[in-house]
């Protein structure tokens, strides 16, 4: 299975990377995918989504899915 990881906002910062490709054998939650891309980094005031769609973090990925991880969004 291939996943698309991005980070958006100050995360792309902090990472150092617009993304990552994850080779997987089989389904993993988000919390799994983050683990994996930020070297076990906690998930303090993060938001994920899957597809576009804004996800929970015990969701499954599937093969092609794109996750993305992003600061919460605040606006005026």
């Not at 996800?55 to 794109?66: I, K, M, S, V, Y």
Request: net charge negative; with cysteine.
């Amino acid at each position: 299975m291939h996943i698309t990881v991005k980070y958006f906002a100050s995360l792309r910062e902090q990472m150092g990377r617009e993304g990552d490709i994850l080779d997987i054998e089989e389904p993993i939650q988000m919390t799994d995918v983050w683990q994996r891309v930020s070297n076990n980094k906690p998930l303090e005031n993060l938001l994920c989504s899957r597809n576009r769609q804004y996800a929970q973090w015990d969701e499954l990925t599937e093969d092609g899915d794109e996750i993305a991880f992003f600061p919460p969004v605040t606006g005026g």
